[in-house]
């Protein structure tokens, strides 16, 4: 099973401050995806990157994969306190299973 | 449009009880389904995931079985539970020829 290593695993900062979510992995991946999950739900889907170099934006979010294939990054511009949350990445690994990072608990402080 | 429904959302069983968790999707057919364990605020072990009816592929050998007896329904189960099967169990769903998940909302068990 091929690991990706997320950090930093515990972040909080305060409104209005940027910050950089990291996702790496000695593996090669064909997609990655970023999740966000409250406490009692389910993960939602942020963002899948499919190609080496991409970068997606999401109003303040912006996704990056690495050039390899191995690592991606989530970085938020101006946080919110409505961007607290549990961050996960998650690489495809095959026969459309993921393996997912053990996620980056997200605290902005108003 | 497609639906994931999960329950119980809570449950609290005593160790050595059986065990049975029910996961439906509505919307679609011939779904990949999965069943997923999250320790408190951390990352999500695969447990089972199948790719049609009767057909169930377990990633880690534990304490659970998992049962599709129909095409958007995936059973998790266990005989008698443990201690360390406490945990939120998280039910997914895909198409076969997509990678991105939909989770159900998940159900929290504590075994006592």
């Known amino acids: 099973t091929q690991l990706l290593e997320q950090s930093p695993q515990f972040l909080s900062i305060q409104e209005g401050e940027n910050l950089t979510v990291y996702c790496n992995s000695s593996?090669?991946?064909?997609?990655l995806q970023w999740y966000r999950q409250e406490p009692g739900e389910g993960p939602v889907l942020l963002v899948t990157?499919?190609?080496?170099?991409e970068v997606k934006k999401l109003k303040r979010l912006t996704f990056q994969f690495g050039d390899a294939r191995k690592d991606s990054s989530l970085h938020i511009t101006a946080a919110q306190p409505g961007d607290t949350g549990l961050y996960l990445c998650?690489?495809?690994?095959?026969?459309?299973?993921?393996?997912f990072g053990q996620g980056t608990r997200l605290t902005i402080n108003p | 449009s497609q639906t994931i429904h999960q329950w119980p959302a809570t449950l609290v069983q005593p160790v050595g009880s059986p065990l049975s968790l029910e996961c439906t999707v509505e919307?679609?057919?011939?779904?990949?389904l999965y069943w997923y364990r999250q320790a408190a605020g951390r990352g999500l072990q695969l447990l089972f995931y199948?790719?049609?009816?009767?057909?169930i592929s377990s990633e880690v050998p534990q304490n659970l079985s998992a049962s599709r007896p129909q095409d958007r329904q995936f059973i998790l189960s266990s005989k008698k539970l443990l201690l360390s099967d406490s945990g939120f169990y998280l039910c997914?769903?895909?198409?076969?020829?997509?990678?991105?998940?939909?989770f159900g909302s998940g159900t929290r068990l504590t075994v006592v």
């Open positions: 997914a769903w895909t198409w076969s020829r997509a990678v991105s998940y939909t």
């Open positions: 593996s090669v991946f064909s997609s």
């Open positions: 990157v499919v190609t080496g170099g």
């Open positions: 998650a690489g495809e690994e095959g026969a459309q299973k993921l393996v």
């Open positions: 919307g679609t057919s011939n779904p990949n």
């Open positions: 199948s790719v049609g009816i009767g057909q």
